[in-house]
């Protein structure tokens, strides 16, 4: 039978109409715990009509492609469906070709650290907690790459504290050129904060790009994000409740050059198992042959 997939909530109830007047199958890539978003946590019509849109017709398709073994186990549980399968949001394995030279591009000097954000500016991906952060960490300069509703909010606070001179907003990339900036940090930054349900089971693409680039990760403590830093050893992951424990984590990687060193060549050997071509091959015979 032909398969039609529903990228996200919003083209959910159509896509599925469709597939069943058609007498296709129905896929559902939930990309995220959409009635949960830190977004909408203080928005709670919206949530509820969420949540209506999403029981209704979560229930009524053939398959549900969660991107973590936790959120297959909370859509699971919350809808009380059994028909989730995980496909990661895993990158293609390739290797950067033409690194860039973000030292030189932006005059950073030689006994600076680069730390990196990759991703949308929204509030609760720990934009905010690593800019108060940099007051502490003069041997540190930021780079930021991404767009987002509150890039002149996060500008406006880094002049206020005065680090506006070791931050970089540089702006988005598409794919193919991002991971080349990618590879020249030498720390990559995931500090998403516990601001909602979506953000607590948060498993995001940059995560697996950093690894992918043979950078180190420096996370939150939220669980599945955890498990993947410990597991393979690429880096490590901080309890963000106190200013402290993120300074002085980067302090002791600034100080121990070797451990950044194991944590490197750690991302190089995961990024072997952490693609795309691996996941997708996991899961092929079960997404192309569900009955």
């Known amino acids: 039978a032909d398969i039609y997939f529903a990228e996200d909530i919003y083209t959910l109830p159509f896509v599925t109409l469709i597939a069943k007047l058609r007498g296709a199958k129905a896929y559902y890539e939930s990309r995220e715990l959409y009635a949960f978003l830190g977004g909408l946590r203080k928005r709670k019509y919206v949530q509820a009509?969420?949540?209506?849109?999403?029981?209704?017709?979560?229930?009524?398709?053939?398959?549900?492609?969660?991107?973590?073994?936790?959120?297959s186990e909370f859509l699971e549980d919350y809808y009380h469906i059994k028909n989730t399968i995980v496909l990661r949001n895993l990158p293609v394995y390739k290797k950067p070709e033409k690194v860039v030279n973000l030292r030189e591009h932006l005059g950073i000097g030689k006994d600076q650290l680069i730390l990196l954000y990759q991703g949308v500016l929204l509030e609760g991906r720990g934009i905010s907690i690593i800019l108060k952060a940099m007051v502490d960490l003069p041997e540190f300069v930021l780079v930021i790459l991404g767009e987002?509703?509150?890039?002149?909010?996060?500008?406006?606070?880094?002049?206020?504290?005065?680090?506006?001179?070791?931050?970089?907003?540089?702006?988005?990339?598409?794919?193919?050129?991002?991971?080349?900036?990618?590879?020249?940090?030498?720390?990559?930054?995931?500090?998403?904060?516990?601001?909602?349900?979506?953000?607590?089971?948060a498993l995001p693409n940059k995560l697996f790009e950093y690894i992918m680039a043979g950078v180190p990760v420096l996370c939150s403590n939220l669980p599945q994000m955890k498990e993947v830093v410990e597991k393979y050893k690429i880096g490590?992951?901080?309890?963000?409740?106190e200013d402290a424990n993120l300074i002085s984590a980067l302090k002791r990687w600034y100080?121990?050059?070797?451990?950044?060193?194991?944590?490197?060549?750690?991302?190089?050997?995961a990024s072997e198992e952490l693609n795309w071509q691996l996941e997708f091959d996991r899961v092929k015979s079960k997404l192309l042959q569900n009955d």
């Open 255 to 269: 100080d121990d050059k070797e451990l950044l060193i194991n944590y490197k060549d750690n991302c190089l050997k």
């Open 49 to 71: 009509l969420i949540k209506s849109i999403e029981k209704f017709f979560i229930n009524r398709v053939d398959l549900v492609i969660a991107t973590g073994e936790m959120d």
């Open 148 to 201: 987002g509703e509150k890039r002149h909010t996060f500008i406006e606070s880094a002049k206020q504290l005065g680090v506006l001179n070791r931050v970089h907003f540089l702006g988005s990339y598409d794919q193919k050129e991002l991971k080349n900036y990618t590879a020249a940090a030498d720390i990559g930054l995931a500090l998403i904060e516990n601001i909602s349900k979506s953000y607590y089971y």
């Open 236 to 241: 490590e992951s901080v309890d963000l409740s």
